[in-house]
């Protein structure tokens, strides 16, 4: 009882702190205005008088500062960097005939005639602690019996995916497809000639000078790759639309080998894939959702262990798969710190940053054996996007933020729905949270994900109105409320 009275008191000593600190500018210069205003009220007309005579002696001196002002003022805003708004995002949901229940995934599985019984019961043993529910989709080709893998399949899923998202993002929005200058696709291991970012361009019809842009090989943060790529661009081309297409391609990179590093990806990447509107033009301000605040991209590809431990290579039967190193939650808990070294300064309350600092010092410097602080993210935002790559990933990210079950709930309940798409899967998050009635006006939201290389991405967003359910369009409105309860327990334990 003694313990839990000494945390309630060390928690409110610590909401102390924290609006001390951030209200210290009010708390010091009130008073001051205070006597200011005290003295102004002393000065009589002969005083206003002798003032003005003196002002008026150093005229051209007051015009010539006040033009230096109207010069710096003009200059910083000829040349700040423009505002970027998220228009509307829109997410592509499968049919029902592409649901793959975990019995209808074993089935596929076994009338391959390539894995062996030890591997057959490694991947049901890896389902059922995945964190992935009974509604996660594969395409068609990969759930027929026996699969039938081909370019023309890949292509046929590619299509569906990109252009029945973008189909909904257009009629959401009401921008026109000639509209947009600016595409961005990112889809890592499917590759296709012409590009995806073509396929985009032939079948919307858009115009000759459109920039298009196609990233892969990238992995699961692609898609905050393509969101500060689209972000750049949008800083050099006044008055533009900037469409970006994230998604993954299944079809041809199903791994059929009994390398188990490679059998996990079978495990956990589902069919999925979002479309998102970017504008630079003001008048798209008072209709936007969101405005981007920061991007910030970590990159280890420089250590040999972080480069490899996302590796595509042939198994020992020439089979290609994905290898999965067992080294995958250190790296990313390095890239993490990394990521977030950079970012906190930028996000953390002033607060924060001095308690981050203090401990800094007192371990580098002073050599004091204590913890290293790890600062509260949950001061900087009210909505965590964290790419929902795995149970085992989301749990480790929940522990080192030090975060509730309330801000894992989006990441959970993704996964457990639609399963690891891959880049698209922070949309699906976000879409949760709009869905639940979550995000309000000036709410923040920080988008994290992972991807091969090995990488750590970033993208911090603030809500530019509250976002009513009642007028969205997305996958969870229609099911969200038939979910029991205790879907994100579930999910985050194993079965």
């Given at each position: 009882?003694?313990?839990?009275?000494?945390?309630?008191?060390?928690?409110?000593?610590?909401?102390?702190?924290?609006?001390?600190?951030?209200?210290?500018?009010?708390?010091?210069?009130?008073?001051?205005?205070?006597?200011?205003?005290?003295?102004?009220?002393?000065?009589?007309?002969?005083?206003?008088?002798?003032?003005?005579?003196?002002?008026?002696?150093?005229?051209?001196?007051?015009?010539?500062?006040?033009?230096?002002?109207?010069?710096?003022?003009?200059?910083?805003?000829?040349?700040?960097?423009?505002?970027?708004?998220?228009?509307?995002?829109?997410?592509?949901?499968?049919?029902?005939?592409?649901?793959?229940?975990?019995?209808?995934?074993?089935?596929?599985?076994?009338?391959?005639?390539?894995?062996?019984?030890?591997?057959?019961?490694?991947?049901?043993?890896?389902?059922?602690?995945?964190?992935?529910?009974?509604?996660?989709?594969?395409?068609?080709?990969?759930?027929?019996?026996?699969?039938?893998?081909?370019?023309?399949?890949?292509?046929?899923?590619?299509?569906?995916?990109?252009?029945?998202?973008?189909?909904?993002?257009?009629?959401?929005?009401?921008?026109?497809?000639?509209?947009?200058?600016?595409?961005?696709?990112?889809?890592?291991?499917?590759?296709?000639?012409?590009?995806?970012?073509?396929?985009?361009?032939?079948?919307?019809?858009?115009?000759?000078?459109?920039?298009?842009?196609?990233?892969?090989?990238?992995?699961?943060?692609?898609?905050?790759?393509?969101?500060?790529?689209?972000?750049?661009?949008?800083?050099?081309?006044?008055?533009?639309?900037?469409?970006?297409?994230?998604?993954?391609?299944?079809?041809?990179?199903?791994?059929?080998?009994?390398?188990?590093?490679?059998?996990?990806?079978?495990?956990?990447?589902?069919?999925?894939?979002?479309?998102?509107?970017?504008?630079?033009?003001?008048?798209?301000?008072?209709?936007?959702?969101?405005?981007?605040?920061?991007?910030?991209?970590?990159?280890?590809?420089?250590?040999?262990?972080?480069?490899?431990?996302?590796?595509?290579?042939?198994?020992?039967?020439?089979?290609?798969?994905?290898?999965?190193?067992?080294?995958?939650?250190?790296?990313?808990?390095?890239?993490?710190?990394?990521?977030?070294?950079?970012?906190?300064?930028?996000?953390?309350?002033?607060?924060?940053?001095?308690?981050?600092?203090?401990?800094?010092?007192?371990?580098?410097?002073?050599?004091?054996?204590?913890?290293?602080?790890?600062?509260?993210?949950?001061?900087?935002?009210?909505?965590?996007?964290?790419?929902?790559?795995?149970?085992?990933?989301?749990?480790?990210?929940?522990?080192?933020?030090?975060?509730?079950?309330?801000?894992?709930?989006?990441?959970?309940?993704?996964?457990?729905?639609?399963?690891?798409?891959?880049?698209?899967?922070?949309?699906?998050?976000?879409?949760?949270?709009?869905?639940?009635?979550?995000?309000?006006?000036?709410?923040?939201?920080?988008?994290?994900?992972?991807?091969?290389?090995?990488?750590?991405?970033?993208?911090?967003?603030?809500?530019?109105?509250?976002?009513?359910?009642?007028?969205?369009?997305?996958?969870?409105?229609?099911?969200?409320?038939?979910?029991?309860?205790?879907?994100?327990?579930?999910?985050s334990i194993a079965s």
């Amino acid at each position: 009882m003694t313990d839990k009275r000494n945390l309630v008191k060390l928690k409110y000593v610590k909401l102390g702190y924290h609006y001390l600190i951030s209200n210290a500018v009010y708390l010091v210069f009130t008073p001051l205005l205070i006597t200011l205003s005290a003295h102004l009220s002393t000065l009589t007309i002969g005083d206003l008088e002798e003032i003005w005579d003196h002002l008026r002696y150093n005229l051209i001196t007051s015009i010539l500062c006040w033009s230096l002002v109207v010069f710096v003022a003009t200059l910083y805003f000829m040349v700040r960097p423009r505002s970027v708004y998220l228009l509307d995002f829109a997410l592509y949901k499968p049919d029902e005939a592409r649901i793959c229940t975990r019995e209808r995934f074993m089935n596929c599985s076994s009338s391959t005639g390539t894995f062996t019984e030890e591997n057959l019961a490694f991947q049901r043993k890896i389902l059922e602690r995945s964190g992935l529910g009974q509604m996660t989709c594969l395409p068609e080709a990969v759930l027929k019996i026996p699969p039938n893998p081909s370019m023309a399949e890949a292509r046929k899923e590619a299509e569906m995916v990109m252009f029945g998202a973008v189909d909904q993002l257009l009629a959401k929005t009401g921008v026109k497809a000639k509209d947009i200058g600016i595409v961005v696709v990112n889809c890592s291991l499917f590759n296709p000639t012409p590009s995806l970012s073509a396929m985009i361009v032939n079948h919307y019809k858009l115009r000759e000078n459109v920039k298009s842009y196609n990233l892969g090989g990238m992995g699961c943060s692609a898609g905050l790759i393509s969101i500060d790529l689209a972000k750049k661009l949008l800083q050099v081309h006044p008055n533009s639309y900037a469409l970006v297409v994230s998604m993954e391609n299944i079809t041809l990179n199903w791994y059929f080998g009994n390398n188990r590093s490679m059998l996990v990806s079978n495990c956990l990447f589902r069919m999925g894939g979002a479309a998102i509107l970017l504008s630079n033009r003001r008048s798209d301000r008072s209709r936007s959702k969101y405005q981007l605040i920061h991007t910030v991209r970590t990159h280890k590809g420089s250590e040999d262990q972080a480069f490899k431990c996302v590796y595509q290579e042939e198994d020992d039967t020439s089979r290609v798969g994905v290898a999965l190193s067992k080294d995958l939650m250190a790296v990313a808990g390095e890239a993490l710190k990394s990521n977030i070294t950079t970012l906190g300064p930028l996000v953390l309350p002033m607060s924060e940053q001095l308690l981050f600092f203090a401990t800094l010092v007192a371990r580098k410097l002073l050599k004091m054996k204590i913890k290293p602080y790890i600062p509260d993210f949950k001061m900087a935002f009210e909505h965590f996007c964290i790419h929902a790559g795995g149970r085992a990933v989301l749990d480790e990210l929940e522990k080192n933020l030090d975060l509730k079950e309330w801000h894992m709930e989006p990441s959970r309940m993704t996964l457990y729905r639609f399963g690891n798409t891959s880049s698209s899967s922070l949309w699906y998050e976000l879409s949760y949270a709009e869905s639940k009635g979550r995000v309000k006006r000036g709410d923040r939201v920080w988008q994290i994900a992972f991807g091969s290389g090995f990488k750590c991405n970033s993208a911090v967003w603030q809500a530019m109105r509250t976002v009513d359910p009642a007028k969205e369009k997305n996958p969870w409105i229609d099911e969200i409320d038939n979910f029991p309860v205790d879907v994100p327990k579930v999910a985050s334990i194993a079965s």
